[in-house]
């Protein structure tokens, strides 16, 4: 048990971690590694990530907006990075930083290329997930208008990509049509006159998945932070811990926390962990959660509050101070992120953003 937390509670980011999955991937797939470190890396830290990540052999790095590129670029990280959600009044920024964007639509190429600064575009072609990317039917106008201004030097497409739709939970035949709606793609831009030097489809479950070896380039978001949905062996790399600020005995009878939605069936002992849903514990997990503490699960005893839970110790002599797991890898039998995730009906991912910038993140070694 982790021991000396420091203030209320940590998360605790294990770099090696995040090394190990990159590594993992390397192995398995002859693809590079674009580390999407996003969300303030799903809320993990983006630069000691991003660091962590480069380290271990990924080649780009992957971001949704304008302001994490900067951040990764101010920290002095010089791989190729990829943004794509971004407002034309950040394309200045942008140029600034030497970064790749996203293009979907030929008024998002006229306004990048109005800005000099930007040199490295990715064309997006909308292959099934229907959110962004080129409708097919406007392709071929995009591929002509992207080579006019190749021709003119005005930009590079370094890149064609998509997304898959169903890459969590992979449908082998929705994933294959929209591999092969990209090939066509790729088909039709370089019969365009474009000669891209990557072309990615695949998130982290479809870079098992999908046989795509014509592909050059892998995404891996949730893998990146130990989400293993394929069973690779990823290691998770956070785990969130606090301490008990406060114990109290209850007679039978007596409720806890607002509503007094749990009521003890017997006297008791619980005791307050200083976290809530200002801090990312999902209130809706409140009647299923359980966090370690002594070595022995222990279950929430009613409303996730905003700062603050009750747990019932049972009959456990527990003290304020002692050290509480909210969640880690599971090797210590604590919970895992993706059973906080099962409890409050959402995805690990949602459980890992979540954690908010009341917790202060500490980064280490592989060291427990």
Known sequence: MPQGIAGLA?????????????????????????????????????????????????????????????QLRAAGLTAPILTWLYDASELMLLGDLDGDVSISTLAELHRVVSHPGIHHVHLKLDTGLHRSGSAPDQWTELIRAAAQYEALGAVTVRGIWSHLSHGDAPDAVQSRKQLHLLRTGVILARRGGLRPSVVHLANSAGAITLDAPDCDLVRIGAGLYGIDETGLGLRPAMRLISKLTQVRRIRAGEGVSYRHDFVADRDTTVALVPLGYADGIPRIAGGQASVLCRGVRMRVAGRIAMDQFVVDAGDLPVEPGDPVTIFGDGSDGEPTAREWADWAGTIPHEIYCGIGSRVPRRYEEGAR
Do not use: C
């Open 10 to 70: 940590e998360a605790v980011v294990d770099l090696s971690a995040v090394r190990h999955n990159v590594r993992t991937f390397r192995r398995r797939v002859p693809q590079d590694v674009l580390a999407v470190v996003k969300a303030d890396a799903f809320g993990h830290g983006a630069v000691p990530v991003a660091r962590a990540a480069v380290e271990a052999g990924a080649t780009w790095l992957g971001v949704a907006r304008a302001a994490e590129a900067l």
